[in-house]
Structure formats: C-alpha cells, structure tokens
C-alpha cells in the first residue's frame, strides 16, 4: 500500500506533524471508522469519519468520531444552514477526489467548508483518513483544525 497520497502530502506540504497507520482495511464492514479503531488498536472515539454533506445545497466536509451519529440539524447550525442532508457517495467521490472508504479531510480537489466535533479536543491526537481505503493518518486535532479552518461544534451524538 502507497503511504504517499494527496492528504500526506497536503499535511507535509503545511508543515503539520503526523504519523502514517496502514491496516487490513474490510469492505465488508459495517462501519470503517469502527474496523480501522478496532484494526488499530485504538478507541472508537479517536478515530474520525470524514462525510460529505451537502448544507443548503453546497458541500461541505464533516469530522465526527466513529463511534457516534452526526446529527444533520447539528452540522447545518454549525455551518449557518438552514438544513443538512449527506452526499450521494457519487457526488462525494467526485467532489473529494477520493473513494468512498478512503475520503481524507485533506488534499481535496477544492477547499470546503468543514467542522469538526467538539469531542476532538478531549485527545491529545485523533486518526483521520488518509486518502486510501486502509490508511489513517494521526494528529493534534489543533493541527487538523487549523489547516482545515474548520469549525467546531458538537455535530455527533454517541450511539
């Protein structure tokens, strides 16, 4: 598996500390987030999904913890939107550049709007995806905040 992709090298080119984590990643799963924490060897809540919705009609890029459900009422209040709704996975991978499974916050093909949920700031680092399916990529959510000049708000609820 290629460690290099457009997300290392967006985090790299923007100077940011990271470290790269490959595992066996299984289309099959029920959840991604869930099988690269339990692949990992990490918690649940560190380890964040990268969804595309669409607020008011225009993407935007939501970070929320693998282990809950983002509340769409939640993401369009964050993003000053009247309503939220997710992205068809077409319209996702188009709009990202990645697959679905494999969708990075980082290296997009255009910058978006993006929040991220509040619970990011209780770790010290959080995975996120690292452009292919089977990569995560850790980091202060501090530095994924920032690059990403996300908001943040609490858009997810624990299941």
């Known amino acids: 598996m290629a460690q290099e992709t457009r997300a290392t090298r967006a985090l790299r080119g923007a100077g940011v500390a990271f470290t790269v984590h490959a595992y066996a990643y299984d ?3 029920d959840s991604i987030g869930l099988a690269a924490a339990a692949a990992l060897g990490v918690e649940p809540g560190r380890v964040f999904k990268t969804l595309m919705v669409l607020a008011d009609g225009k993407p935007a890029c939501v970070l929320a913890p693998s282990d809950g459900e983002v509340a769409l009422k939640r993401v369009a209040a964050a993003l000053g939107a009247k309503s939220a709704a997710m992205m068809p996975p077409a319209e996702a991978e188009r709009i990202s550049g990645y697959k679905i499974g494999g969708i990075s916050p980082f290296g997009q093909t255009r910058r978006l709007p993006a929040v991220i949920d509040a619970s990011a700031a209780g770790w010290d680092a959080i995975f996120l ?17 920032a690059l990403l000049a996300a908001r943040t708000a609490p858009v997810s609820t624990r299941a």
């Open 27 to 29: 289309p099959a799963a």
């Open 129 to 145: 995806n690292g452009g292919q399916r089977g990569l995560q990529v850790r980091l202060a959510p501090a530095a994924a905040q």
